[in-house]
């Protein structure tokens, strides 16, 4: 948890496994540079930091993804094919978001 003001940002297991799964996940046409736990733990520091600056004391899955791209994109090498049709780091990782289920 990290301190807001003198509150903790809270962290629900639920939310811990959702950013990991996004760091793990694959897409088509990619590869990722870390699938390491460093890149789940960066995820989740600017989350809370995302939840603290709209006021919340908890992390939402849509603080996570407000902050995915940012955190992940230079984590994320594009194959040759991907160049080639033209597809974007920032549509790979809009991907991955897609496919990892988002927790209640």
């Given amino acids: 948890m990290a301190e807001k003001g003198g509150q903790q940002i809270k962290v629900e297991d639920n939310i811990l496994n959702y950013a990991v799964q996004i760091v793990r996940g694959r897409a088509a046409f990619s590869r990722w540079g870390s699938?390491?736990?460093?890149?789940?733990?960066?995820?989740?520091?600017?989350?809370?930091?995302?939840?603290?600056?709209?006021?919340?004391?908890?992390?939402?899955?849509?603080?996570i993804k407000r902050v995915a791209?940012?955190?992940?994109?230079?984590?994320?090498?594009?194959?040759?094919?991907?160049?080639?049709e033209g597809r974007s780091v920032g549509q790979i990782i809009d991907k991955v978001l897609s496919a990892v289920p988002v927790p209640r």
């Fill in 35 to 63: 699938r390491s736990p460093r890149a789940a733990l960066s995820l989740m520091h600017c989350a809370k930091a995302s939840a603290a600056i709209a006021g919340q004391d908890y992390i939402t899955p849509d603080n």
């Fill in 69 to 84: 791209r940012p955190v992940l994109c230079h984590r994320l090498f594009l194959l040759p094919e991907a160049e080639v």
